[in-house]
């Protein structure tokens, strides 16, 4: 080798330019969730595409309105806040009154970042925090699922999502239950098929099953989120499921029904994996996963809610710096 | 305290806003976050904490010199849980609706520490006058803060204030506002909105400095 | 300052006034305030009671001794009991039940009202409670759902069917949205009937 070699490059690490950046990863997991998005709008109209506009508008403004005014574009460009409010959109019923879904974008973003500091500063998903409190705020209309358009009125929108701001919606579609609450209070289990394709009643982006896994491998491929987290949630609650349902096959249902049903699947690849909200290391990662999904089975199977994805993941969301505590590697050299 | 001048005016106003005992000292906040679901119930919680604080910081006061200063904590103690105990009885015989609801809170204004507080920091130290002028003001601040939240959460979680229907009958309530977690969320952007006036405050008084020096 | 000790006589004595002053404050408010306050419960209790058994004006309290129900003034400690509603003329119109158990958060506490005649469940109160606002209390809120409890045949055992699916008199349309508190009612009511009803 020449000394004079002019291919050799010689500069101070890192010397590995790392093309990931966070509106890289934002702009991945946007892309990944497209399809599932696009088939919720299909089966269940329009209205369910207003809930979403909703809810990012509601996040995106949010965003806007407490950012220091210099940084204000930037942060909106991360897409992070985008991001959000499709994820609190997605779980959200499509029939819910655009008010409440704009407010939930607001709480996301208010009380589930803004307020501990921004993007990284995070304690729980902020998506999910929305959630919740959408859940605890407005239980009528957050448990009022309607039966889906399937695709006939692509145009079909929901009375009820026109209610004024502050009143109460007024629903004239039929409800439905989702397969969950069939299961929990009338032990009548959905046929696999149907959930999987997604003809069943629930919130916006989590009926499809398919594509849902569809984007998460999209993801897991371009190595935007750990492959430990989604693996281990839906392992652990296949195994502690499968357990149970070889106990007592009437009262429980089979392993596929929980990693098909509700929002497990959007969850499992979508929300748990937050790098801002999950273990650093992948002990931590292995344990954060496994203890969403026992948490899931057992809020579902003896819990009052039929869904318990939400409330698994926020309670291993406090428990992070816990663990990132205790599975901290040694120190080289160190006792 | 000895030889500074006293004005009233201050010490009352400093109990109301200055070193409001919620907002600022965050004291209290046990009956703060249980019992303040309604406008209402934060008015009649508030004014038992009133009543009872006043009248110990006047007894307290009074027999400060009596009182032997290894035993003064349990006397202050005897004194706050007669009057609460009074309270108690008094209130379930004319209100007994509110009396239900806001239940063990009652007993447990012995053990608000904004009470205690009061007398070993001022009015065992105070003349009488003072002591209960510093009281009124800590009660008031205190009565101001739980109303405040009272009626915040009852305008959301009821579409409503002390009872009286504000909006049309389709209001959808917030149900979320009359369950703890609402007294927790309400709280909390009580307080971001006091500290961002005070910095606020702070900030113009900054600047105000700096222009005298830049102008002399 | 100078702090001169004091002895420990002084510090005893001092509390312990302080003790009997303020035991003689709280004795002599208690005293004054006692009749009302026991007017007051008492009020409460007949409401409830005369709204379960429609038609009744007067009540005693049965607890359940020696394998007959008797009549009794104070009812003991850890005893069963039962209140018996009379009409104006002293004939029993029925029974009024309190029944207690876990509900979606917390102790349902409720009063029904049972006639022993037609075996039917004719109104239901709920004395305590802390269901979800908006949905679990419905139990009490929703005129539709107590109205189940109107007229309810208790052969066979009370069950919760999906609102609108009552058919049998012995069924409760549950709550929509709320199928654990309904269920709770209902539960609770079969419980207290299974304890009571061979005993009228």
């Given at each position: ?6 291919r ?21 997991l946007?892309?990944?969730?497209l ?12 209205g ?11 996040a ?47 709480v ?8 501990w ?17 959408l859940?605890?705020?407005?239980p009528n ?55 999987a ?24 491929l ?114 | ?5 006293q ?39 508030g ?7 006043v009248?110990?910081?006047?007894f ?52 608000n ?16 006058r003072?002591?209960?002028v ?53 709280l ?29 | ?10 510090l ?8 009997l002053?303020?035991?003689?404050i709280?004795v ?11 007017a ?8 409830a ?9 007067q ?46 958060q917390?102790?349902?506490?409720l ?11 004719v ?9 979800t ?8 809120k929703?005129?539709?759902?107590v109205?189940n ?5 208790v052969e ?10 009552k ?11 709320a ?22």
């Amino acid at each position: 080798m020449n000394d004079k070699d002019p291919r050799l490059l010689v500069q101070p690490s890192p010397l590995l330019k790392q093309e990931m950046t966070t509106a890289q990863t934002m702009k991945d997991l946007l892309y990944a969730l497209l399809p599932a998005t696009l088939a919720g709008i299909w089966l269940f109209g329009l209205g369910a595409l207003l809930v979403i506009v909703a809810s990012v508008l509601g996040a995106v403004l949010t965003e806007w309105l407490f950012s220091p005014g210099d940084q204000r574009w930037q942060r909106l460009l991360d897409g992070s806040g985008v991001l959000t409010g499709l994820l609190l959109g997605l779980t959200l019923p499509p029939a819910l009154p655009l008010w409440m879904a704009f407010l939930g974008g607001v709480v996301s973003i208010g009380i589930g970042k803004v307020i501990w500091g921004g993007l990284g500063h995070n304690l729980f998903n902020p998506a999910l925090v929305g959630r919740a409190f959408l859940l605890a705020t407005f239980p009528n209309a957050m448990t009022t699922w309607s039966v889906q358009a399937s695709g006939e009125g692509f145009l079909l929108w929901y009375p009820s999502n026109f209610a004024l701001p502050f009143m109460q919606p007024h629903y004239d579609t039929v409800s439905a239950a989702t397969p969950l609450g069939l299961m929990k209070f009338e032990q009548q289990p959905t046929p696999l098929v149907d959930l999987a394709l997604g003809n069943s009643a629930g919130c916006i982006g989590e009926t499809s099953g398919l594509l849902l896994l569809a984007g998460g491998i999209y993801l897991l491929l371009r190595r935007d989120i750990d492959w430990r987290i989604p693996v281990g949630i839906l392992l652990s609650a296949a195994l502690f499921s499968g357990v149970l349902y070889a106990i007592d096959t009437v009262r429980y249902p089979d392993p596929l029904f929980t990693l098909l049903s509700g929002g497990l699947l959007l969850a499992a690849f979508y929300m748990a994996t937050d790098p801002v909200t999950s273990p650093l290391t992948p002990r931590g990662a292995w344990i954060f996963a496994i203890g969403i999904g026992l948490l899931v089975v057992l809020i579902r199977l003896f819990g009052g809610f039929p869904e318990g994805v939400m409330y698994a993941i926020l309670l291993m969301n406090a428990a992070t710096p816990l663990i990132d505590r205790y599975t901290q590697p040694r120190v080289f050299g160190k006792e | 305290m000895p030889e500074k001048k006293q004005d009233a005016y201050q010490e009352f106003i400093k109990g109301l806003w200055r070193d409001n005992p919620v907002f600022v000292q965050v004291l209290g906040m046990c009956p703060m976050l249980a019992v303040t679901n309604s406008a209402m119930n934060a008015l009649v919680m508030g004014g038992a904490t009133f009543f009872v604080l006043v009248a110990s910081s006047f007894f307290v006061s009074s027999l400060k010199n009596w009182i032997p200063k290894q035993v003064r904590i349990s006397t202050y103690i005897i004194i706050i849980a007669t009057f609460v105990t009074v309270t108690d009885f008094t209130l379930e015989a004319l209100m007994p609706k509110v009396h239900k609801e806001l239940g063990a809170f009652i007993p447990l204004i012995v053990a608000n520490c904004m009470i205690l507080g009061r007398q070993e920091a001022f009015a065992a130290r105070n003349s009488v006058r003072f002591a209960v002028v510093d009281a009124l003001g800590m009660a008031s601040g205190f009565l101001f803060a739980l109303f405040s939240l009272g009626a915040v959460r009852e305008l959301l979680g009821e579409g409503a204030l002390f009872g009286y229907k504000l909006f049309s009958e389709n209001f959808e309530p917030w149900v979320i506002m009359i369950l703890p977690p609402g007294g927790f969320i309400t709280l909390g952007l009580l307080l971001l909105f006091f500290n961002w006036l005070k910095e606020r405050k702070d900030r113009l008084a900054q600047q105000l400095d700096q222009m005298e020096i830049e102008a002399p | 300052m100078k702090v001169s000790e004091p002895g420990s006589s002084r510090l005893v004595a001092t509390l312990g006034l302080a003790g009997l002053l303020s035991g003689l404050i709280i004795v002599s408010v208690f005293e004054a305030t006692l009749p009302t306050i026991t007017a007051y419960k008492a009020k409460v209790l007949q409401e409830a009671v005369f709204k379960v058994l429609p038609g009744s004006t007067q009540l005693q309290r049965l607890v359940y001794r020696d394998g007959r129900l008797t009549p009794v003034e104070e009812v003991g400690k850890g005893e069963e009991f039962v209140f018996g509603g009379q009409d104006a003329q002293g004939v029993l119109v029925g029974y009024a039940i309190p029944g207690s158990g876990p509900g979606f958060q917390d102790t349902i506490r409720l009063l029904y009202g049972y006639q022993p005649k037609q075996r039917k469940v004719v109104g239901m109160e709920i004395l305590e409670s802390r269901e979800t606002p908006g949905l679990g209390d419905k139990i009490y809120k929703d005129a539709e759902f107590v109205s189940n409890f109107d007229a309810l045949s208790v052969e066979p055992e009370i069950v919760t069917v999906k609102r609108g699916a009552k058919a049998a008199p012995n069924e409760v349309d549950a709550i929509t949205g709320a199928t654990i508190s309904s269920k709770a009612v209902v539960r609770i009511i079969n419980q207290a009937n299974q304890q009571w009803l061979q005993r009228f």
